[in-house]
């Protein structure tokens, strides 16, 4: 789910939503309500994401209308409280499974002893209206949730899993009560109570709920880590003097105190201090990062070997790891196209699944052996237990979930399901050079000295008259001056002419560096080094050349070296059969020349910023699926035209924010990692949703008798109950084993 620009997304705790169907009445209700730009309900961690201007106590509103529950999810909650709640839940659903396990297996265990009375018999006239009461006791006790929330959904003309469950059970206690009543102008085989199936039914209901309650809860331990990495406290310096203060009283713009091992509280910049921080929860790289005077620490990293003072200039919901925590829950809550199929047919599961059971109880009736209403009451019941749809509601969410925690542990940021969906599909993968497949950061390469000076003395001369100037490429070379120690010269009447170079005066002679252009308006001859430049501009470098006195003495090649990984990633990505381009605004030597060491052979060079969409809008409508890779403004177009767009974290804000995925530490290997993960987790879905379907397809015939005919056999309520519980279980089961898979 992309959020528009100009909306605000929030999140709801939804309490009360237990089957698919309750998802699709939950939607419609925050739909419905003004304001409401989109609307997409979790059923895997019971949870709303809303989008748009709508006023929250609206939205909860709507929600209560619904029959549900609702609240406003803000901050950082701490995942302790979030853990005791579904700790407590557990227990709760543990506990009233076992109360109606028990008494159901004694009712079970004394028949079938012959322990208890015949119905018709005088003691059995008063002793099982006893166990009528008893039934119903433990029916409230154990399943009131079920037989509310039901009630709620009749109320607003809804059905759902609550509806089953509450037909089911409540018809076998009904029906038993009239075995009891009317026992002696019943047929003889119709004469028998199902007060222990009513309640068996229902541990296995709470039973399998509990375990899924529990399996859930696994799916977000990437969140809960992530919420953890925030400290509670941070030591502030206020009126000269350390004070640990809670995270929350942390202001814009004041002095904080890290010490070696502990977390780094909010974002902000070094002002005095050296240290290495580990970043790894953050951007999975396990190498510590050195920190010194004027380097970027964020929230939630652990500092390592030294005491530092930083500024804070991010604070609370605006820190990176709050933002990298919001845009995780937005990507857990979004749905792929094929969680939307899966909403569209649980939405009218529920109705169907009544009228085959009234069809059942009808067809066993008219047509049944006797006695056909004993028959008929227990198939039209077991379809109604068996066929809840929790597992089809399940199915998409809980592995979109634990897909994206995983994600989210080894740098990788999801931030919405149709990118996890379609990324595996993609043919086509176009990268930009700089910053993606190049470092971004020009270097020095070689210093060539062409006189009697040495390759320190060119350095230091170059170094000297570009310290006055601007031009991106002088930092590289004031950089590697300063590596070497090289102490600056004193530069008179600088000129810094743009597009060829600077020109200055030091001791009396005239400096000049610069490009071949800058020598030939100078009148400065060089031709006896071209061949030298031709070499150099084909390894993807960019020379300049440095003259004293109209005489060239050395030359200098500062280039972006490509990344360590971006030929692995490359060879990786042709090796799954994406088709690979570097597009680039670079000219066309260097742009080869860059390519040729990453091992791409597509390259589009000198192309516009604004011609990069262009681009990617050309090859889908050659039919490919064309995922972009990009870190820059310029690249912000095509990363939202691309059907999946790929931003290096390390990157600007604008591209980020326009990327489906964001890689946060800026390894190209990560992005084969995006297309094996959203491949394994398609087919995860895939496996969820074809045994949900298949599970309800076969069962619900079975459980209306189709097998009798053939083999006299019919499916028992209680076994039903214990095969509903199972198919939640197995689809949790089966997604979470996306936390361990290697892609």
Same mark, same amino acid.
């Given at each position: 789910?992309?959020?528009?620009?100009?909306?605000?997304?929030?999140?709801?705790?939804?309490?009360?939503?237990?089957?698919?169907?309750?998802?699709?009445?939950?939607?419609?209700?925050?739909?419905?309500?003004?304001?409401?730009?989109?609307?997409?309900?979790?059923?895997?961690?019971?949870?709303? !994401?809303?989008?748009?201007?709508?006023?929250?106590?609206?939205?909860?509103?709507?929600?209560?209308?619904?029959?549900?529950?609702?609240?406003?999810?803000?901050?950082?909650?701490?995942?302790?409280?979030?853990?005791?709640?579904?700790?407590?839940?557990?227990?709760?659903?543990?506990?009233?499974?076992?109360?109606?396990?028990?008494?159901?297996?004694?009712?079970?265990?004394?028949?079938?002893?012959?322990?208890?009375?015949?119905?018709?018999?005088?003691?059995?006239?008063?002793?099982?209206?006893?166990?009528?009461?008893?039934?119903?006791?433990?029916?409230?006790?154990?399943?009131?949730?079920?037989?509310?929330?039901?009630?709620?959904?009749?109320?607003?003309?809804?059905?759902? !899993?609550?509806?089953?469950?509450?037909?089911?059970?409540?018809?076998?206690?009904?029906?038993?009560?009239?075995?009891?009543?009317?026992?002696?102008?019943?047929?003889?085989?119709?004469?028998?109570?199902?007060?222990?199936?009513?309640?068996?039914?229902?541990?296995?209901?709470?039973?399998?709920?509990?375990?899924?309650?529990?399996?859930?809860?696994?799916?977000?331990?990437?969140?809960?880590?992530?919420?953890?990495?925030?400290?509670?406290?941070?030591?502030?310096?206020?009126?000269?003097?350390?004070?640990?203060?809670?995270?929350?009283?942390?202001?814009?713009?004041?002095?904080?105190?890290?010490?070696?091992?502990?977390?780094?509280?909010?974002?902000?910049?070094?002002?005095?201090?050296?240290?290495?921080?580990?970043?790894?929860?953050?951007?999975?790289?396990?190498?510590?990062?050195?920190?010194?005077?004027?380097?970027?620490? *964020?929230?939630?990293?652990?500092?390592?070997?030294?005491?530092?003072?930083?500024?804070?200039?991010?604070?609370?919901?605006?820190?990176?790891?709050?933002?990298?925590?919001?845009?995780?829950?937005?990507?857990?809550?979004?749905?792929?196209?094929?969680?939307?199929?899966?909403?569209?047919?649980?939405?009218?599961?529920?109705?169907?699944?009544?009228?085959?059971?009234?069809?059942?109880?009808?067809?066993?009736?008219?047509?049944?052996?006797?006695?056909?209403?004993?028959?008929?009451?227990?198939?039209?019941?077991?379809?109604?237990?068996?066929?809840?749809?929790?597992?089809?509601?399940?199915?998409?969410?809980?592995?979109?979930?634990?897909?994206?925690?995983?994600?989210?542990?080894?740098?990788?940021?999801?931030?919405?399901?149709?990118?996890?969906?379609?990324?595996?599909?993609?043919?086509?993968?176009?990268?930009?050079?700089?910053?993606?497949?190049?470092?971004?950061?020009?270097?020095?390469?070689?210093?060539?000295?062409?006189?009697?000076?040495?390759?320190?003395?060119?350095?230091?001369?170059?170094?000297?008259?570009?310290?006055?100037?601007?031009?991106?490429?002088?930092?590289?070379?004031?950089?590697?001056?300063?590596?070497?120690?090289?102490?600056?010269?004193?530069?008179?009447?600088?000129?810094?002419?743009?597009?060829?170079?600077?020109?200055?005066?030091?001791?009396?002679?005239?400096?000049?560096?610069?490009?071949?252009?800058?020598?030939?308006?100078?009148?400065?001859?060089?031709?006896? *080094?071209?061949?030298?430049?031709?070499?150099?501009?084909?390894?993807?470098?960019?020379?300049?050349?440095?003259?004293?006195?109209?005489?060239?003495?050395?030359?200098?090649?500062?280039?972006?070296?490509?990344?360590?990984?971006?030929?692995?990633?490359?060879?990786?990505?042709?090796?799954?059969?994406?088709?690979?381009?570097?597009?680039?605004?670079?000219?066309?030597?260097?742009?080869?020349?860059?390519?040729?060491?990453?091992?791409?052979?597509?390259?589009?060079?000198?192309?516009?910023?604004?011609?990069?969409?262009?681009?990617?809008?050309?090859?889908?409508?050659?039919?490919?699926? *064309?995922?972009?890779?990009?870190?820059?403004?310029?690249?912000?177009?095509?990363?939202?035209?691309?059907?999946?767009?790929?931003?290096?974290?390390?990157?600007?804000?604008?591209?980020?924010?326009?990327?489906?995925?964001?890689?946060?530490?800026?390894?190209?290997?990560?992005?084969?990692?995006?297309?094996?993960?959203?491949?394994?987790?398609?087919?995860?879905?895939?496996?969820?949703?074809?045994?949900?379907?298949?599970?309800?397809?076969?069962?619900?015939?079975?459980?209306?008798?189709?097998?009798?005919?053939?083999?006299?056999?019919?499916?028992?309520? !209680?076994?039903?109950?214990?095969?509903?519980?199972?198919?939640?279980?197995?689809?949790?089961?089966?997604?979470?084993?996306?936390?361990? !898979?290697?892609?």
């Amino acid at each position: 789910m992309k959020i528009e620009e100009g909306s605000e997304a929030l999140r709801l705790s939804i309490l009360g939503m237990r089957c698919a169907g309750c998802v699709s009445a939950v939607e419609g209700a925050l739909a419905a309500v003004e304001g409401v730009a989109s609307v997409s309900v979790n059923f895997a961690d019971h949870s709303a !994401m809303v989008t748009g201007s709508a006023d929250p106590d609206a939205l909860t509103q709507a929600v209560k209308s619904a029959g549900y529950d609702a609240a406003v999810m803000e901050g950082l909650e701490d995942p302790s409280e979030q853990e005791a709640q579904e700790l407590q839940r557990y227990r709760q659903l543990m506990k009233k499974a076992a109360v109606a396990g028990a008494f159901g297996a004694l009712l079970m265990l004394t028949e079938q002893l012959g322990w208890l009375p015949d119905i018709g018999s005088p003691t059995g006239q008063w002793v099982w209206p006893e166990i009528a009461l008893v039934t119903l006791g433990i029916m409230m006790y154990s399943g009131w949730h079920f037989y509310s929330g039901a009630a709620k959904s009749l109320m607003l003309k809804q059905a759902n !899993m609550d509806t089953l469950i509450a037909l089911g059970t409540g018809s076998a206690w009904l029906y038993s009560c009239i075995v009891i009543d009317y026992y002696g102008i019943l047929p003889s085989l119709a004469k028998h109570a199902y007060f222990e199936a009513a309640v068996v039914i229902l541990a296995f209901i709470n039973l399998g709920t509990g375990l899924e309650t529990r399996a859930r809860g696994k799916t977000s331990s990437a969140i809960r880590q992530l919420i953890g990495l925030q400290p509670r406290t941070a030591r502030v310096i206020r009126n000269g003097e350390d004070c640990d203060i809670p995270i929350e009283q942390v202001g814009l713009g004041e002095t904080l105190r890290v010490r070696p091992g502990e977390k780094i509280p909010v974002d902000g910049v070094l002002l005095e201090g050296h240290s290495t921080v580990d970043e790894s929860m953050l951007t999975g790289e396990p190498l510590p990062v050195e920190k010194a005077v004027g380097a970027p620490v *964020v929230a939630g990293t652990m500092n390592q070997t030294g005491s530092f003072l930083f500024t804070a200039t991010r604070i609370g919901r605006d820190t990176a790891l709050a933002q990298i925590i919001k845009s995780v829950r937005q990507a857990q809550s979004s749905k792929p196209d094929i969680a939307r199929l899966a909403d569209k047919i649980s939405g009218v599961f529920v109705p169907v699944v009544v009228a085959i059971s009234v069809l059942t109880f009808l067809v066993w009736y008219a047509f049944g052996p006797d006695p056909s209403l004993g028959y008929a009451f227990v198939t039209s019941m077991t379809v109604l237990v068996i066929a809840c749809p929790c597992a089809l509601g399940l199915a998409t969410p809980i592995s979109v979930m634990v897909a994206v925690g995983r994600a989210a542990q080894s740098g990788i940021l999801i931030r919405n399901g149709d990118a996890l969906q379609t990324a595996g599909k993609l043919t086509c993968l176009i990268l930009d050079k700089t910053g993606t497949v190049t470092e971004g950061k020009p270097v020095v390469v070689s210093v060539e000295a062409l006189s009697d000076r040495d390759e320190d003395s060119i350095l230091q001369l170059a170094a000297s008259i570009e310290s006055g100037s601007e031009h991106p490429l002088a930092a590289s070379i004031l950089a590697a001056a300063e590596q070497k120690q090289l102490k600056l010269q004193k530069m008179t009447q600088f000129e810094a002419i743009a597009g060829f170079g600077v020109s200055a005066l030091c001791d009396g002679q005239r400096i000049l560096f610069g490009n071949n252009a800058l020598m030939d308006s100078k009148d400065v001859k060089f031709t006896h *080094v071209n061949d030298r430049l031709e070499t150099l501009s084909a390894l993807g470098q960019t020379p300049m050349l440095l003259a004293v006195d109209d005489t060239i003495v050395g030359i200098i090649a500062v280039a972006d070296p490509i990344k360590k990984d971006s030929a692995a990633a490359v060879a990786q990505l042709k090796a799954l059969g994406i088709r690979v381009i570097m597009v680039t605004g670079d000219n066309q030597i260097t742009a080869r020349a860059i390519a040729q060491q990453a091992g791409i052979t597509e390259v589009n060079a000198q192309v516009l910023p604004q011609d990069k969409a262009e681009v990617v809008k050309m090859l889908q409508q050659q039919g490919e699926n *064309v995922g972009m890779v990009g870190d820059g403004i310029n690249d912000a177009p095509a990363l939202a035209q691309a059907n999946v767009g790929l931003a290096i974290g390390t990157g600007t804000d604008v591209a980020i924010e326009s990327a489906d995925v964001v890689i946060l530490q800026g390894s190209l290997l990560k992005v084969p990692e995006v297309i094996g993960l959203s491949k394994v987790t398609v087919t995860n879905i895939k496996q969820n949703l074809v045994g949900a379907f298949f599970y309800n397809t076969i069962s619900i015939p079975v459980a209306a008798g189709l097998l009798y005919p053939l083999f006299g056999v019919l499916l028992n309520p !209680m076994i039903a109950g214990a095969a509903m519980a199972m198919s939640s279980l197995t689809v949790v089961t089966n997604a979470n084993r996306l936390r361990w !898979m290697k892609w």
